[in-house]
Every structure is written in C-alpha cells, then in structure tokens.
C-alpha cells in the first residue's frame, strides 16, 4: 500500500501566507464602545486572549494551514496493480439430448462410454479453460432450450451441463432451432467473438427452422459455427434372437458440413473420446482464448483524516481568540 498526492501541485500553495508579511499593516479602527457591567470580572474568569503566547498560537495556525493545503492535494491509498482478463469471445455450446445420445459408442481408454458422458467429459474441461470468454450453454431435442445465458461464470456453465440428461428436451433432433436461439443469444455480442459451437449425432428431424436456413441467418449475423458430429461410423449391436447386427449410425455430415462452410467454421468429426479431446485441442488454438488484461488499482480517499485535523485546530484558533480557552502560561507549564 502506498500513499500518493492525486493533485501535488496543489503544495505550491503552503507559502501563500508568507505574502501577508508584504501586504501593508491594516489600520485598526476603535470599534463602537459598548459599555458592559461586570466585564473585568468577566474578562478575570475567562481569561484574556491576548495573553496566551502568540508563537503558539502561530504555530497552530500553520500547522492547520499546512493540513488543509495536504487534504486539498487529495491524499490516496493505493493498493497493489489487480490485473483482470479482457472478455474474448462469447461462445455458446449446442448439445444434443435426443435418445441417440445415450447410445455407448464411445471409447475412452478401454472402457465404452455413452455419447453424452463423452461430451460432456471432454466439453467440460474445454469450459475450464476459456477463462475470459463469456459462455452459454443450449440443450436440444425436439427443441431448444436455454438452459445458461452468456455469462463468465464457467463453473456455472460446467455443472449445467454436467446435470444434462438423455431426453431432457425430447426424442428427437432440431438442429435448426439451436442454430436460431444461439443467434438470437449472441446478436448483441461483437460481432468478431460470435462462436457456436454444436455437438449432434443424428441428422436434423424436428423444429421449425431449416438447419441450412439458420446457417444462411448465421452468416449473415457474423456467427462462426464449428459443428461436431459425435459418435462410431458403425457398430454392432444386439438384434433378434440375440444375434450381434452392424448398424450404422445416421449423423448427416453433409449438412454439418455445409453449416460450417456457410459460416466460416468448420466441421470435426468424433468417432470416440480421443478425436473429441483434439478437436477441442484444436478449438482452442482456432479460437485462442484472450491474453490481453487490463489492470487496476483499488484507491482510497485520504483527504478526510487531514481535512479534519485542519477544522479541529480551526476551531481551537477561534476558541482562543475569543478568549473562551483558560489561559495557560508557559511558566506554569514549565513548573509543572
């Protein structure tokens, strides 16, 4: 903590005083007698101003004037430099809820996961590093929903999502409605930090708006969209009779490319929990997380401690003047 003067020039007024020295003697007029009983008796008890020592008085004044010229120079507490992110991008995360997204595609180390349990793995640590970045999060089905708004607050953004269940938003697969309600969310942001990025595994069968419409709508509000398809090309499951059956899935990459090309973004496809970890490696290094601060520091006003030391002696000044102080003589002090 350090104490600074906000104004010290305004010091270049402490000899001001010393001018009444030049200034010629003012020519002291006899005021208008007013005869009052008892006043020597009066003057006995409280005492005659002029005796007190004139040095002291002198020195008080001097010292109040001294206070009152520090408290106009504003004295300040400044505290240490605070240094605080600049707000880069504000990113919203579509993810799909529809009942494809349970399925247990997914490989991570040796163990089959789900395609939610993945994404949410590998998004949420993607969350914990975009400090800085404003960040939203929407869930869709047959639907979509905002389930956070833009905010800063990561770890908000993380447990949400971590919360997210199969069919929370339905069955079914609206790419075109998310696509809609991340432009409606960023449209008031820079249009420079404008980033959607949406996970799916099936092919747009729901909503109301066209997935390549929306993406035409998006272009032109200046939202990149990198779009994820998530999910293994094909697997084997368990058919009749207990019979193992190759399926395929049906992610339609087609137009998950062509909401990324439209866009300016780009599409990633996860076939297991390795690709989705890069293609976030790579999210991050395309859209590099902001490095820029600004800095601060937290500033106390001083100027009330001197100010009121300076009224303090103002007042003691008058008190004397008027003869209302007991007087007190230098010797007694000495004396005592």
């Known amino acids: 903590m350090n104490i600074e003067l906000a104004w010290p020039w305004i010091l270049a007024a402490l000899p001001l005083p ?13 005021p208008p007698a007013l005869r009052f009983p008892f006043f020597n008796e009066m003057r006995a008890t409280l005492g005659n101003s002029r005796s007190h020592h004139p040095r002291l ?4 004044a001097a010292l109040a004037w001294l206070l009152l010229v520090v408290a106009a120079a504003r004295p300040q507490s400044v505290g240490q430099t605070v240094h605080l992110p600049v707000t880069g991008r ?11 997204m349970q399925t247990s595609d997914m490989v991570s180390g040796s163990h089959a996961v789900s395609r939610l349990a993945a994404v949410k793995a590998v998004a949420g640590e993607f969350i914990k590093h975009r400090a ?21 607050d990561r770890n908000t953004v993380g447990t949400l999502l971590g919360e997210a269940q199969i069919g929370l938003a339905g069955q079914q697969t609206a790419i075109g409605d998310a696509i809609g309600l991340a432009i409606k969310r960023l449209r008031d942001e820079p249009i420079k930090n404008r980033v959607l990025i949406l996970l799916t595994d099936g092919a747009s069968n729901a909503g109301n708006v066209d997935p390549l419409k929306a993406a035409d709508l ?10 994820i398809g998530v999910g293994a090309d094909e697997m084997w499951v368990q058919g009749s009779f207990g019979m193992p059956q190759l399926v395929h899935g049906d992610l339609d990459e087609d137009t998950l490319k062509a909401i990324a ?11 297991d929990v390795a690709a989705l970890t890069q293609i976030y490696g790579l999210l991050d290094k395309i859209e590099p997380v902001s490095r820029d601060e600004q800095s601060w520091r937290p500033i106390e006003e001083l100027y009330s401690w001197p100010l009121a030391g300076a009224l303090l002696l103002s007042v ?8 209302l102080l007991p007087r007190v003589r230098l010797a007694e002090v000495r004396h005592a």
């Open 218 to 227: 998006a272009a032109r509000e200046g939202v990149r969209i990198y779009t």
């Open 261 to 271: 090309q439209k866009t300016g973004g780009r599409y990633f496809r996860a076939a």
């Open 57 to 60: 008085r002198l020195g008080v």
């Open 18 to 30: 010393l001018l009444a020295l030049l200034l010629p003697a003012a020519t002291e007029v006899a």
């Open 90 to 100: 504000s990113i919203m995360l579509a993810v799909d809820l529809s009942g494809s």
């Open 316 to 323: 003691l000044i008058a008190l004397s003047a008027s003869g």
């Open 132 to 152: 800085g970045d404003r960040l939203g999060l929407i869930l869709f089905g047959d639907e979509a929903y905002l389930q956070v708004p833009l905010t800063l």
